[in-house]
């Protein structure tokens, strides 16, 4: 039996090993470390149909914030309130966010008024905001919106 290092220890302490180690007592190579998660952020959205709020995830790829999902249950009167902080870049919903669950609606817009946000039905050219009941023409894109604190 022979005596070596462990690999990438500076020590001298070592461990017995046989000559010549078998495959399936060599130390595997997992190769790269898998991608970190993208970031993600929440926000309030109000239903414009049936009036909840509700909270939107928001993951981040690149600088874009993509609208991935609504959670089905309402937030809880001053939960949409908490804590928050801006999120800046070009906000879209992702290509496979399933839709607003109060009425299936497939985008959000941000009210120019009161900056609350909303889900809206693509191609629809005005929109009353739920939040502060505007209603205005949609024009322009999204660049910034208020996420909430969950902690």
Not at 1 to 14: D, F, H, N, T, V
Not at 35 to 40: H, N
Not at 119 to 126: A, E, L
């Amino acid at each position: 039996m022979k005596w070596r290092r462990s690999s990438g220890s500076p020590s001298s302490e070592s461990s017995p090993t046989s000559e010549s180690s078998p495959a399936s007592e060599r130390i595997p190579d997992y190769g790269t470390p898998p991608p970190k998660p993208p970031p993600i952020s929440w926000a309030p959205l109000c239903c414009v149909v049936d009036k909840q709020i509700r909270l939107a995830s928001f993951r981040q790829v690149g600088t874009e914030w993509q609208l991935s999902w609504v959670d089905d249950s309402s937030v809880p009167d001053g939960d949409s309130r908490r804590d928050s902080a801006p999120m800046s870049g070009s906000f879209v919903t992702a290509a496979d966010y399933p839709g607003c669950p109060g009425c299936s609606n497939a985008g959000f817009v941000r009210c120019g008024s009161c900056t609350g946000l909303g889900c809206w039905q693509p191609g629809t050219k005005r929109y009353h905001c739920p939040h502060c009941k505007v209603t205005a023409q949609i024009t322009g894109s999204i660049t910034s919106i208020k996420s909430i604190n969950l902690g």
